[in-house]
Every structure is written in C-alpha cells, then in structure tokens.
C-alpha cells in the first residue's frame, strides 16, 4: 500500500487539518499518517485558540516515520510560526522525500489567522523551495505574490511569481471567487491549464483547501502524473462539497467518504 505523509495543525472538529488529510488519504485507498505541529482548538464557527508544538517534537515525528515506514508523498499544511517552518525545511531537507505538496494556511474559514504574520517571508525561504506543488487560493496568492488578484490575468501573474519563489508548480485555487465557476489555475512553468467545475452554493465547505491538497498528494502517492492528480482531487473535492455534511452551526464539513458511503448502499 502507498503511503502519505501530513505535516499540518490538528482540527478538534474533524473537518479540517490533520483529521481532513488522513480521511482523504484513506478515501483514496492510500495509507495515512501524521506529524502534529499545533494543536488548533476550533469548530465550524470559530477559532478559539492554538499552540505550536515544540521543534524537538517535530523533529521526533518525522524522525519516527522515516526510521521505520517513509513516503510515497507529504502533504504540509498549517506552520504557524517561523521556527515551525525552519523545523520542517530542516527534516525535509534531511530525508527528501519524492513529492511534496504544500497548501500556505493562512487563515481559517471564518478568517481567523492560523499562520504568524510575520512567518510568511520565513514560509517563502525555507518551505516553498522545497515543494513540488503549492496550493494557494486566491487570498494566499495575494500575499505571495504581493498584489491583488481580480481575474484570471493576475492569477496567472501571481502563479509565476509563487512559481519564481522555488517551487515546482503552482495551483492557484479559484474556490474564493466570485463566478459561477470554480476554476483552479496550475502552472508548472511551462504550461497553464485550468480545472474548472460548477460552483456549489453551500456554507458547508470547512477543510476544502486541506481535502483538495490532500486528494493531490494521495494520487501522487499513488504515481499519477501531476495533471491527471490535480484533476481527480478536483473531481474528489467537488463531489466531497456536493455532498457535504450540515454538522454544526457554522460552515460544516465536506463530505470525505461520499463516494465509499455511495458504494457499500448499491453493493447492498
């Protein structure tokens, strides 16, 4: 069985972060796991607080993986801190594992900041380098890039200036705009192309950038080529939203097992 790695913040309510990445992994028939790096207390309304773990616990996790089982992919979400990012460029650079996705957590859904400000130079310098795919959305791309982004020209100008920082690609999702289409733009430096699909009007998409990022990795686990992962996880995400859970009062979560859920019901 291939094998996943999530380097990301622990969501207490289960629709987001670490909790969000393992059930993708397993969706996809893809054997999960975990480093915790902050521990996030938050439900579908609010963040109520986090802590960043300790470097040397960090450390630790990744060591403990690499020792015994390794990688077919990481997934790197939410590093709140300058000191979190060093941490993480320090063990990736120590074990280089083969695929990399990276999704810059900024903020959570109802805009609470889950990532220091000052860290997002840190974030530039040490861990976007080393990714091989990077996943902003469109407010994650502004502060990369420096400048706003009103359509799909500056998306696509914010795509190669992320692109110039280092990394290998760049998948600027379309989920925060405002037509009717949610279109996510991937650049690997020689070519754009556009996955597109129907925006779905609902409040119940807590943990999509962590699902979609995650569906990534999992595919490139599993030795899709980077175009044909990107499109699958689109098709993933888009039915997880369709089918989402209303749990909660707020923005509840996507629906990660639609498609298992859907198949044990015809199978009898």
């Known amino acids: 069985m291939k094998t996943a790695l999530s380097i990301a913040g622990s969501d207490c309510s289960g629709g987001a972060g670490i909790q969000a990445d393992i059930k993708t992994f397993s969706a996809h028939g893809v054997f999960g796991m975990s480093v915790i790096v902050s521990v996030v207390a938050e439900n579908t309304c609010r963040v109520l607080g986090w802590d960043a773990v ?26 709140p801190d300058t000191v979190t990012m060093e941490t993480v ?12 996705v990276l999704d810059p957590v900024m903020y959570a859904k109802n805009g609470a900041a889950l990532m220091e400000r000052d860290a ?13 795919l990077v996943t902003p959305n469109i407010p994650e791309a502004e502060e990369l890039a420096g400048f706003a982004i009103g ?11 992320i692109l110039a920082l280092g990394c290998g690609a760049v998948l600027v999702k379309g989920g925060h705009g405002g037509t009717e289409a949610a279109e996510d733009l991937l650049f690997d430096g020689s070519n754009f192309r556009a996955f597109s699909a129907p925006r779905i009007h609902t409040r119940n998409t807590h943990g999509t950038g962590c699902t979609l990022s995650s569906a990534i990795a999992a595919n490139l686990a599993l030795a ?34 639609y498609a298992l859920y859907e198949a044990a019901e015809k199978a009898g």
Do not use: S, W
């Open 151 to 161: 359509g799909p020209a500056d998306a696509r100008r914010a795509a190669e200036k």
């Open 120 to 132: 997002i130079d840190a974030l530039k310098r040490t861990v976007i380098p080393r990714a091989d």
């Open 224 to 257: 899709l080529p980077l175009e044909e992962a990107v499109e699958k996880a689109k098709a993933y995400v888009t039915a997880a939203i369709a089918h989402a859970l209303d749990i909660g009062k707020g923005h509840g979560p996507t629906n990660h097992f």
């Open 54 to 79: 300790r470097p040397p616990l960090i450390r630790a996790q990744i060591d403990a993986i690499y020792e015994d089982i390794g990688t077919d992919a990481v997934k790197i979400g939410m590093l």
């Open 89 to 100: 460029a320090e063990k990736l650079a120590e074990y280089t594992p083969r695929c990399i």
